[in-house]
């Protein structure tokens, strides 16, 4: 197969340019052809830029990815390992692996393969996508494949050892391994020996012997001793330890006969041997008398030093000068102290290996005089260990923790000046709250300066409860203690939820708002919800504080290809033409407590945290966001995050099929987005870019005899906006032709005027294939009068008269409780703690209480234990009352203890009445 694909790929240029589209992306993505060594094919400019080498750099020292993974041979048989399985499972691949930097060293990523037909080359390549993974994971991985290179290798040494070696169950005292000498020894295979008792298979014992089992076995070190073997007549030298061996615990016994000469030199050689080869660097014998000239060496001096045995002998004829010229003194000192003392000796040098290279080595140094030298030369045995990864990595530990202390010194200086500046931000509400309540309180019979003084005292507090908030969003950022929850995701909902919080904000300022939705056709995604909604309301809310009146504000939400089966690519791009930033904040904009030093900035209410809490988010995520500003023009962020899709139901939508729709927006990005989506549905799409050309296209084609179904119009225009040119249509043809009218703003404030204007529909932007395919089967199906009305709302279920049992330790906050919920209608009944909510609910007749608001931090019972309590009594009522957490606990974990507990939602203090309205509105019935 393979010699077929060699073949065939071998008259084709394998090097080509990355696609456009895939270029753009933030996500690394590469191709390489299914040949033994994954010749390049092309990757994108994030690939090449998260490994440090530009494109042509690249192409000039790697063709294939055996070349690139020269260094981490181990990682490209691991690669090609997987890509082969791939292939005959027929499947894509997922796994963890290390990629070469240009700058030296790795980076642990994930990577993401597909193998596709390429329809240049007419065959199956390998399309990879790269995403980072974080450093406990990474760590996790290198850990992993150390222990099993470190495993293979103790295997290895057991089989090859020339003694005898046994493993024991320490339990059970069953043999759990025996090597082939051990095998020879007592004439049976392992296959016989293995699960039986140790001491009846070596010593024809019935009960395990005293050293079997003692205190001296340790898994720290060996206990040695000698035993005289009655059934094999042989004394032994033995040593024991205690080892794990594959989940047991284990004894592991290393043996051998004292009393053969034979078998004692041949071990002497074998054990020299081996310890020579165990020598981690290089083991050398430098002649005693003029302390230069190598006498004999093993191990890896050879390539310790970067020489050939002829290039050592040849060039620096058996001489020490590969030791750096500015350490020779100092290591002849130290040899020349090991001969005066007899005892050994050991310091710390470089060598200058053959190519320039510097090495740091710990050379220890053994003199033995002539007199006790078998050859009557006096020498010096010296062992060498390289020790430069271990020194290098000491020094950059060194300078990570000098950069972490002046890290630490920066980030305590930003809290301290954060303080200092943040508390004109807090004493400004908390002024205002002083301040208007005792105005209040002076002027009692002045019903509009009570009302607005209370108005002022409401802004001030909600102001100062979102600082309250940042801060403390941040601090459980930074203790790790911040969790996400995933869920189905539908991304037309959450961008209107988005809108929903942020059209008023943007009315306020009188801004103008495009907000587009472009090729997204998996609208169901698996994330955070609110953790994203965090995200892009931080985002837009920031585009328009710091964008002045009358200005521009964009949201597009795009998805891009990915190559991972199950997994999309999105980006949220959120634009305006405020402000901007300089190019010297630009780098600081995501650091805590970081605000540009500018007198307009500084009216402007902020934290400093919105931003780092925003990249936290997107990192977790395991996103990306990018900023880019120009002062005075100003600024545009792209967050790109990933996301594992949900399978959606397949619409039909046959009976829009061919049907012609005329598209009418002065965006040219909304109206070529649209018209894709019409063609998704099977329909005809045109569109234009103005009132004028609209009006026109609807007439020829009524003229023509050949009728739009509908007309999709925006209703803010330049010169002849949507309101015209629907009268304008109207004019023409009367009510014959449906009218959708689109909008980035809130429809309420227009849909009457249009509506007796002849529009037969409202859908808000971003425009989702699932919005518009809804209101055309809703023409289809129901008829246009029936489409025409937008959905009307259920009229809400009167709360008035239903029974609340309010839990609250302080009685402040059940006072307000309470009352707020008095003037509601409600009737309210009180309990200060949990065990008190737990009496009352017991003994009261079942279906008294309508629902329960429980406080958790609570004396004598807690409210989870509380709802835990009421859960568990035997009556219908206790599984069916709602249970709302009413409580200050508002983070992510918070909430899942509510849940667990058996409470049915949670909502946060300070109460804000709508909000809790809104909740008691969901669950009492």
């Known amino acids: 197969m393979e010699n077929k694909r060699g073949a065939k790929w071998s008259g084709a240029k394998t090097s080509v340019r990355c696609p456009e589209a895939l270029d753009m992306l933030k996500t690394g993505m590469l191709c390489c052809l299914l040949d033994d060594e994954l010749t390049f094919r092309w990757g994108n400019s994030s690939f090449f830029s998260s490994i440090g080498y530009s ?62 037909d390429d329809p240049v080359l007419d065959t199956p390549v390998l399309r990879m996508e790269l995403a980072g993974v974080d450093g406990l994971a990474a760590e996790k991985e290198g850990q992993e494949r150390l222990y099993q290179q470190k495993l293979h290798y103790f295997h290895w040494m057991l089989d090859s050892y020339e003694g005898n070696v046994y493993i024991s169950d320490m339990d059970t005292y069953e043999l759990l391994y025996v090597n082939q000498h051990s095998c020879d020894v007592l004439g049976a295979p392992a296959v016989k020996l293995v699960g039986k008792k140790c001491y009846e298979v070596i010593q024809g014992r019935n009960s395990p012997c005293p050293f079997c089992t003692n205190d001296k076995l340790t898994e720290e070190s060996f206990y040695e001793w000698e035993f005289q073997n009655p059934v094999l007549e042989r004394t032994f030298r033995i040593k024991n330890r205690i080892i794990n061996w594959e989940g047991h615990r284990a004894r592991l016994e290393l043996s051998h006969d004292m009393y053969s000469t034979e078998y004692k030199l041949a071990k002497k050689d074998q054990e020299r041997d081996a310890l020579i080869r165990s020598v981690p660097g290089g083991l050398v014998r430098v002649d005693g008398r003029d302390m230069r000239t190598v006498l004999w060496y093993s191990g890896g001096f050879l390539e310790l030093i970067g020489y050939t045995k002829e290039q050592f002998e040849k060039e620096l004829h058996s001489q020490c000068t590969y030791v750096h010229q500015d350490d020779m003194d100092r290591t002849a000192s130290i040899m020349e102290q090991s001969r005066e003392t007899g005892e050994s000796s050991m310091v710390e040098g470089r060598v200058v290996t053959r190519d320039g290279t510097v090495k740091i080595l710990m050379m220890t140094y053994s003199y033995v005089s002539g007199e006790d030298s078998w050859d009557g030369i006096p020498s010096y045995y010296s062992v060498g260990v390289d020790v430069t990864a271990e020194r ?71 102001h100062l409860l979102s600082l309250i908030n940042e801060v403390l969003d941040m601090s459980k950022i930074e203790s790790g203690k911040i969790d996400l929850i995933s869920a189905n995701v539908s991304l037309p909902e959450l961008i209107e939820d988005v809108m929903d919080v942020f059209r008023p904000l943007a009315a306020q300022k009188h801004q103008e708002l495009q907000i ?93 945290l919105g931003m780092a809490i925003t990249q936290n988010i997107v ?114 043809l009367g009510m014959d032709v449906p009218v959708i009218v689109i909008s980035a703003y809130d429809c309420s404030e227009i849909e009457e005027e249009f509506r007796l204007a002849g529009a037969d529909a409202f859908i808000t932007k971003p425009l989702f294939k699932s919005k518009i395919a809804h209101t ?32 609250e330790d302080n009685q402040l906050n059940r006072e307000i409780a309470a009352e707020l919920l008095k003037m509601q209608g409600f009737l309210i009944e009180e309990a200060a703690n949990g065990q008190i909510s737990v009496e009352k609910f017991e003994s009261s007749a079942p279906g008294t209480y309508d629902c329960i608001l429980m406080d958790i931090q609570m004396p004598v019972m807690d409210g989870l234990q509380a709802a835990e309590a009421i859960r568990a009594l035997r009556r219908k009522d206790a599984k069916t009352v709602p249970i709302l957490a009413l409580t200050a606990n508002a983070f992510a974990s918070d909430v899942g203890k509510s849940h667990s507990a058996g409470m049915n939602d949670h909502v946060a203090k300070p109460i804000e009445l709508d909000r809790l309205m809104e909740t008691l509105q969901r669950w009492i019935r």
């Open 55 to 116: 494109r042509a750099d690249f192409h000039s020292r790697f063709h294939s990815l055996r070349q690139y993974y020269a260094e981490l041979p181990d990682e490209f048989i691991l690669l090609r390992q997987n890509v082969l399985q791939a292939e005959r499972n027929g499947g894509g691949l997922e796994m963890i692996l290390r990629l070469p930097s240009g700058e030296g060293g790795f980076s642990w990523i994930k990577l993401y393969g597909t193998i596709a």
């Open 392 to 462: 290098t990595e000491q020094a950059r530990q060194r300078q990570a923790l000098e950069d972490a202390y002046k890290a630490a010194q920066i980030a305590n200086d930003a809290k301290t000046n954060f303080l200092s500046s943040m508390s004109h931000d807090i004493r400004t509400p908390m002024n205002a709250i002083i301040g208007m309540a005792v105005i209040a309180q002076a002027n009692l019979r002045s019903p509009e300066k009570i009302q607005d003084c209370l108005n002022k005292i409401n802004v001030s507090s909600r």
């Open 516 to 608: 587009n939705a472009d090729h997204v056709r998996h609208e169901t995604v698996v994330t955070d919800q609110s953790r994203l909604q965090q995200v892009l309301v931080n985002l837009l809310s920031n585009a328009v504080k710091y964008t002045p009146d009358g200005g521009s504000i964009g949201l597009r939400v795009r998805e891009v290809p990915s190559f991972a089966k199950g997994r999309g690519q999105y980006e949220f791009i959120v634009t305006d033409n405020g402000i901007g930033m300089s190019d010297a904040f630009i780098p600081h904009i995501f650091e805590p407590f970081s605000r540009a030093e500018e007198s307009r900035i500084n009216q402007i209410q902020g934290t400093g």
């Open 619 to 732: 990192r977790m995520m395991n996103g990306t966001i990018e900023v880019k500003s120009t002062l005075g023009e100003g600024s545009q962020f792209i967050v790109a995050v990933a996301f594992d899709l949900c399978e959606e139901a397949e619409e039909n939508d046959s009976e829009l099929s061919g049907l012609p729709v005329l598209v009418v927006d002065d965006d040219r990005i909304v109206c070529e987005s649209a018209a894709e989506i019409l063609d998704e549905l099977g329909m005809r799409g045109s569109w234009v870019l103005s009132g004028q050309e609209a009006v026109r296209r609807v007439v020829d084609a009524h003229e023509a005899k050949e009728d739009f179904f509908s007309v999709i119009l925006d209703w803010k225009m330049p010169e002849m906006d949507g309101l015209e040119t629907l009268r304008a249509i109207r004019r023409e």
């Open 776 to 807: 055309f089967h809703q023409f289809c199906q129901s008829g246009r009068s029936e489409a025409a009305a937008l959905p009307a709302e259920q009229a809400p279920f009167r709360l008035e008269g239903k029974r609340i049992l309010i839990v």
